[in-house]
């Protein structure tokens, strides 16, 4: 400490800054939306002349489309949905089914949907009884058969006519989804697309299925038809499904072949997956990558080495959407996340895009990624972050959740030296005010605001004078416990200092 | 297919001095006599010795044994004594039981009780016997006293002229004076007695037995069976000479359907309209019906009964037709393509093809594309079989027939 003069009562006041800590990896917020959904109360429709490009909202545009398609089908409804629950699109295929059409749904039990929480957005994993009660409503009237991994979403309707109508969409068949509750995206097909789909959706019938529900409450196992070998048809569209994966040859190749840029979303990554190496082998090329995601531990480890060279990586808690676009000329919208259970196994579709298309889905993903509310930094200093931080720690389960304040106020008790001396030499280490810090769980400070009233050591009332006319200083004694040497500024503290400390004394004032 | 008709039987005691032949394994050797005196006609005391090296007097031991057991009996006619003044001896009936059953049955004598039923299913009425201890033949002695005093001290001449006993008993005492009987004891492990003669007073006695029986009708006499269950005894098993087959028990015990009830190749059947039937019935061809307190002309009436798989067969081609037809319904029981009807029509068939020619009745049976019709019009009431008959169909890339 700094003194001077006349010895006076003092207050410690130090500021310390803790800005140029390293958080680590983390996702620091981008602004002050917070988690709220992203899509407005009115959907977007862009109808292209290939297709129609729906973001669902809550003004249930998706829904209402859908249902008027069911609605006005003249043969049947095939539907591939990992989770579906109960609203306006199962009531109308349950209509369907009593007008006569065949309804077949391929979807999971719900064994399966509760082995895979990590397929399934907040608020899906309390709908796994509800799923469950409507398929027991179904059986019979709606043809289902289950896999763990019949994990798209998609609908063909009247499959056998000439111009057979095709869906697919980001999402499940929940109704909060397909009311814009995440980041979504749902397109329809051409008609050879929906063919294409349609040999898709029968080789997850006839070849993947595990279980079939022919009453409520009874799954029992597949059997083989015997002597029956239906035709499955073709399918062209970059899919994955037993023995095939074109989708993840048909991913690596649209980044492989990428030139100058790379936007690619999905509700999930997975570290050393070959996406995450095509991607990490186009940044060192120097095409811009930019990554959307939903901020997880998983996604962070398979992107943390991304956004340290160069890639910029976005999040929201609700961004679902799994879509890809490069050099702004070829997409895909795809019902798989990019990890080995989707894209190496599993039962997925995706629609290849591109010209108008993709022009429509960059401006979808750019209005996503503009209000993404978080973004990923490998090695984000304390300074950086205003607002909440989430800290990936790889041992945890979940990313830390952290409020990051500008500073803390925070008041010690007094400091009581029994010796001036030792005021000026007094300071308050960094690790100290570290700990204040520390006291406080779930919270950071960029600095630490430190104040502390130091006492002024007195000569206590019964010490006596000790006559010396050689003294420089008036020195006291307690008997033979103590001896004082009495100062009035802080100028003679230092003076005295080694005359006290040669006589075992103290530096008071009286 | 078999009946089992039950009921308990009256049985009634009937105690008397009697001489019984009892088998006595350890003079099995005398069988070879017998044998002897059945080869040569009759026999003296030389047959024997010459045949079995025996000395003379020996063998006029064992000829006075075997007279004595009631198996040989001196000859009635001219020829009785031979040519060197030896008797000769003939076979009795009961000489010939034990040659054929190679059984020798010793006689003794004693107080029996025999347990005896007039229920028709025993034409012979003994049931089985006791051998009764001297205590008792004092107390038989004590109620024989007894029931003479007062019988002498009645009024009316027809109560002390009154038998004791049956008429058929009376009988059997009758004849014994000729010639012993054999008797089959179906209440105690069909062993035989050989009932040699009842002495003197034969007096109804209090002791009874509890015997159920069980009635087992074959589709042929020769299966016929009579089950004796006496006491806590095991059941006993007695070939009987029922002279009815299932067949005609069934006209007689649900005479309703004496024309509806035919014999077949395959045994009996109950003819019946597809209308009567019910689901199980119609799957499995068999009736289960109970019927109550059924009677038998001349053999009486027994418990009630259930007659658990009466084979059902259709009466008509019409009703063939029909059953047929909700059999091929019944089973659509997986997914089928036009192949898998045709078996499944060729399998339903098959349990008609004994009466009805089945290209006759295939043609009244609907094809694979008349069925896919019916259930889609049943869909309501069999919303699976109609996606078993109808998947296969959508399911599959190519489709026949324009669907626009």
Redesign the interface.
């Known amino acids: 400490m700094i003194v001077k003069g006349a010895i006076q009562q003092l207050t410690y006041d130090e500021r310390i800054d803790f800005g140029k800590d390293i958080l680590g990896s983390c996702w620091i917020q981008r602004s002050e939306i917070g988690d709220k959904a992203t899509a407005s109360l009115i959907s977007v429709l862009i109808k292209n002349p290939t297709r129609t490009l729906i973001v669902p909202s809550g003004d249930s545009a998706l829904i209402q489309y859908l249902v008027e398609k069911i609605n006005n089908a003249k043969e049947g409804i095939c539907l591939s949905s990992f989770l579906i629950q109960r609203g306006d699109l199962t009531n109308a295929l349950l209509a369907a089914a009593k007008r006569g059409l065949k309804v077949v749904l391929l979807t999971a039990t719900k064994e399966d949907l509760k082995a895979a929480p990590e397929e399934l957005i907040a608020g899906e994993q309390e709908k796994i009884e509800e799923h469950k009660e409507l398929l027991d409503s179904f059986a019979g009237h709606v043809l289902i058969r289950t896999c763990g991994g019949f994990h798209a979403k998609y609908g063909i309707i009247d499959p056998h006519s000439p111009a057979p109508f095709g869906w697919m969409m980001t999402c499940n068949a929940t109704v909060a989804p397909m009311k814009g509750s995440n980041n979504e995206i749902a397109v329809t097909l051409t008609p050879d697309e929906a063919k294409s789909l349609f040999a898709h959706f029968l080789k997850g019938f006839w070849e993947m299925a595990e279980l079939e529900l022919l009453a409520p409450g009874k799954l029992t196992q597949v059997r083989k038809i015997t002597g029956y070998d239906p035709d499955l048809g073709e399918n062209n569209l970059p899919s994955t499904v037993i023995g095939s994966n074109t989708l993840k040859e048909q991913i690596l190749s649209l980044l492989n072949d990428a030139k100058k840029s790379i936007t690619i979303t999905a509700w999930s990554f997975e570290e050393n997956h070959e996406v995450i190496r095509s991607l990490e082998a186009a940044l060192s090329r120097g095409v811009a990558i930019t990554v959307a995601t939903r901020p997880s531990v998983k996604s962070t480890k398979a992107l943390i080495n991304l956004q340290k060279n160069g890639a910029t990586v976005v999040g929201h808690p609700r961004y679902h959407a799994k879509c890809i676009i490069v050099d702004d000329a070829r997409g895909l919208v795809t019902t798989a996340n990019m990890t080995k259970d989707g894209l190496d196994s599993g039962f997925e579709m995706s629609i290849p895009l591109e010209k108008q298309d993709v022009k429509s889905l960059r401006e979808i993903v750019d209005k996503w990624n503009v209000s993404c509310n978080w973004e990923l930094k490998a090695e984000a200093r304390l300074a950086d972050v205003k607002g909440t931080v989430q800290i990936f720690d790889e041992k945890m389960k979940d990313l830390s959740k952290i409020e990051v304040f500008p500073t803390k106020d925070e008041v010690l008790s007094p400091f009581t030296p029994e010796s001036c001396e030792k005021i000026i030499a007094y300071t308050i280490s960094e690790d100290q005010a570290r700990r204040t810090m520390k006291k406080d769980i779930g919270k950071l400070y960029q600095s630490v605001h430190i104040q502390q009233k130091i006492q002024i050591p007195k000569l206590p009332k019964e010490a006596t004078e000790v006559k010396d006319e050689k003294a420089p200083f008036p020195i006291y004694s307690l008997g033979k416990k103590a001896k004082f040497v009495v100062v009035n500024t802080w100028e003679d503290v230092i003076s005295s200092k080694d005359y006290a400390a040669k006589n075992g004394a103290r530096i008071v004032v009286k | 297919m078999e009946i089992i008709l039950e009921r308990k039987i009256q049985v009634k005691g009937y105690q008397a001095l009697m001489e019984i032949g009892i088998p006595n394994p350890e003079k099995q050797f005398y069988i070879g006599i017998l044998m002897l005196a059945d080869d040569e006609g009759q026999i003296s005391f030389r047959e024997i010795s010459d045949q079995f090296g025996l000395k003379e007097s020996m063998s006029k031991r064992i000829l006075a044994s075997l007279e004595q057991f009631r198996l040989l009996e001196k000859t009635r006619n001219n020829s009785s004594i031979d040519q060197d003044d030896n008797e000769k001896y003939d076979l009795t009936e009961s000489g010939r039981w034990a040659i054929e059953n190679e059984q020798i049955m010793i006689p003794q004598k004693g107080m029996y009780l025999l347990y005896t039923t007039e229920d028709p299913l025993f034409p012979a009425h003994i049931l089985s016997y006791e051998e009764q201890p001297d205590r008792v033949s004092d107390e038989f002695e004590a109620t024989k006293e007894r029931v003479i005093r007062d019988s002498k001290n009645r009024t009316d001449s027809r109560e002390t002229t009154k038998s004791r006993h049956p008429d058929w008993l009376g009988k059997i005492i009758t004849s014994l004076k000729k010639d012993s009987k054999i008797f089959d004891l179906p209440a105690q492990n069909n062993q035989e007695i050989h009932l040699i003669n009842i002495d003197g007073e034969v007096f109804e006695s209090p002791k009874t037995k509890s015997i159920r029986v069980s009635l087992v009708v074959g589709e042929e006499l020769s299966s016929n069976l009579l089950k004796v269950k006496s006491g806590n005894e095991g059941t006993n098993a007695v070939h009987l000479p029922f002279p009815l087959t299932v067949l005609d028990v069934l006209k007689q015990i649900i005479p309703e359907e004496r024309t509806n009830l035919k014999k077949t190749d395959s045994g009996v059947q109950l003819r019946v309209s597809f209308g009567d039937t019910d689901t199980h019935e119609r799957k499995f061809f068999a009736r289960a019906l109970t019927v109550s307190s059924p009677t038998i002309e001349k053999f009486g009436t027994f418990d009630t009964t259930k007659i658990e798989h009466l084979p059902i067969f259709p009466r008509t081609k019409s009703d063939a037709i029909e059953w047929a037809h909700w059999l091929i319904v019944e089973k659509i029981q997986?997914?089928?393509?036009e192949?898998?009807y045709q078996d499944l029509v060729s399998e339903v068939l098959g349990h008609f093809s004994s009466e009805y020619d089945e290209t006759d009745l295939k043609k009244k049976l609907p094809d694979f594309e008349k069925i896919k019709q019916e259930l889609?019009d049943r869909?309501e009431e069999f919303?699976?079989k109609y996606?078993y008959v109808?998947?296969?169909e959508?399911?599959?890339?190519?489709?026949a027939g324009d669907?626009?």
């Open positions: 997986y997914f089928l393509t192949d898998g889609t869909r919303p699976i996606w109808t998947a296969p959508f399911l599959t890339a190519t489709i669907l626009s």
